[in-house]
């Protein structure tokens, strides 16, 4: 049986990419929009997905992937409702019910972050694996958790990129997070990459310092995760992460701050295949909504 169609959303700070898709081999429409006013996006990826679907059939299911902080909690209020963030405009913005109402479709929202685990846990790097960790950095750096096959929520969804990390002694920059200054998002987004050297990261040389510096404050974030969650492998996707050096400098460094501490052999042994790049690479989130709808259409 053909597996269901499902529109799949995921909103990015500068941009949305909206698909309808059943699968990776399957995304029979996909297209890109720029995130602008809210009033505004919530109208071009209605208009999208409007025209999609009178091509390639009525979607199922619809799934938001977002960027955060986002009400996740069905029995709030406020679910769905990007809660406070540094984007201008967005604050308390409700971002799946004029969706939900305008397609009556099942919906379901969850972060970015999460969606891109999601689909890395259905198709790609964390296909049989119980528990993985996944780190987007981007413009902002976000996270998700996978703990024995479900996606981790709390009182909230993780903030892996709030975490605190120790500023290298030589660094001297004070951190571009607007809540918390140094955090990891304050110091290895591609923001802060911006705003340290005065460059966008992809203009940045592959044996420019910068790369020593991001690949630190990452390692720092995956020893955290160690200690904490601790899980079977540990994805790194986004904008940033395309400069490949950066993973073999992050386990190097990573495997530094252990100092031997735990043995595990996919640490010791393997630790190409434990700090990873996501399979999926760009259409991780979007694999992640596609996998979001059908799960949710099995409940009615
Ligand atoms: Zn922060």
């Given at each position: 049986m053909e597996a269901p169609l499902i529109a799949a959303i995921e909103t990015g700070g500068t941009k949305i990419n909206v698909a309808l898709a059943r699968a990776p081999e399957e995304i029979l429409f996909q297209e890109r929009i720029s995130t602008t006013m809210p009033e505004e996006t919530l109208k071009q990826i209605r208009i999208a997905l409007e025209k999609a679907q009178k091509i390639h059939g009525k979607a199922q299911a619809l799934a938001i992937g977002t960027f955060g902080p986002v009400d996740l909690s069905p029995q709030s209020l406020t679910y769905g409702m990007i809660t406070e963030t540094p984007k201008p405009g967005w604050s308390q913005t409700d971002i799946l019910s004029p969706l939900r109402d305008f397609f009556q479709i099942p919906s379901i929202i969850d972060t970015d972050v999460n969606a891109a685990l999601l689909g890395e846990a259905q198709w790609?790097?964390?296909?049989?694996?119980?528990n993985a960790a996944y780190l987007t950095v981007g413009t902002g750096i976000g996270g998700g958790l996978l703990m024995n096959g479900k996606l981790i929520h709390g009182i909230g969804h993780p903030e892996l990129g709030h975490m605190l990390v120790t500023p290298h002694p030589e660094d001297s920059f004070a951190g571009?997070?607007?809540?918390?200054?140094?955090?990891l998002e304050g110091m290895a987004s591609g923001l802060a990459l911006k705003k340290r050297w005065g460059r966008n990261a992809d203009e940045?040389?592959?044996?420019?310092p910068a790369w020593e510096l991001e690949a630190e404050y990452l390692a720092q974030a995956c020893y955290n995760l160690m200690m904490i969650v601790p899980p079977t492998k540990i994805i790194i996707g986004g904008g940033v992460m395309k400069q490949q050096q950066l993973y073999p400098l992050i386990r190097e460094r990573f495997s530094g701050l252990l100092k031997g501490y735990l043995s595990y052999p996919e640490i010791t042994d393997h630790l190409d295949s434990f700090i990873v790049p996501p399979?999926?690479?760009?259409k991780a989130a979007l694999m992640g909504c596609v996998v979001m709808g059908q799960r949710i259409l099995k409940r009615f």
């Open positions: 790609g790097e964390a296909s049989q694996l119980k571009c997070c607007p809540f918390h200054g140094n955090c940045l040389e592959i044996d420019h399979h999926l690479g760009e």
